[in-house]
């Protein structure tokens, strides 16, 4: 179980990083559908991963981020500089 | 021989947990990161089920299993998706598409070989 966590703790730093990275260039091009698939689904892993290895908090958290960007992947919710922040 | 499960998920935790979980039971377990990673890992390999999550780059679950089920030696390979509560449209599609059945995240390990040995007999 803690390689378990290691594993996921290394995991989400990159993912975490992965979307610092593409929420930057979002904000600079908020129509890019790929660069919004790639958010979600680091979220998506995020909040899966972190359920799985029992980090509760983390798993809440990601979901509710999670699901407004799900509506922006929708396209019923657009990138603005205050969604991004 | 020990069956072998094909375990397809772009998390590494999420196929470290799933890869000792089947292993710890006896079966073998065959890793890919994508559906594309799956794909070229299929082959020959000779796997007698695939677990797969939904949600991953190049070649999605969906996709994945929509091209399995178009190929005639894996029409019958059973595949089981790993689905998340915020995913229903996703878990329906994967039925229509061919899926044989799911298990939704998070799960414990004991789910998981529940399903595995009620769809490997």
Known sequence: ???LRETYRAEAYELLAELEASLLVLEEDPGDTELIGRVFRALHTIK??????????IATFTHDVETVFDLVRNEK???TKTLVD | MSKIIMAVDDSASMR??????????????????????ALSKLDGSGVHMIL????MPNVDGIELIRRLRANP????????????????EKKQEGKT????????????PEQLLAVVKKVLG
Not at chain 2, 52 to 55: F, G, Y
Not at chain 2, 73 to 88: A, D, G, K, N
Not at chain 2, 97 to 108: D, H, S
């Open chain 1, 77 to 79: 919710l657009g990138v």
């Open chain 2, 73 to 88: 030696s894996c029409r019958f390979i059973p595949i089981v998706m790993l689905t998340t509560e915020s995913q229903p």
């Open chain 2, 16 to 37: 470290q947990m799933v890869s000792f979980t089947l292993k710890q039971a006896g079966y073998q377990v065959v890793e890919a990161a994508d559906g594309r990673d």
């Open chain 2, 97 to 108: 598409t061919g899926a044989t059945g799911w298990i939704v995240k998070p799960f414990k």
């Open chain 2, 52 to 55: 797969t999550d939904l949600n």
């Open chain 1, 1 to 3: 179980m803690e390689s």
């Open chain 1, 48 to 57: 899966g991963s972190g359920a799985m290895c029992g980090f509760d908090d």
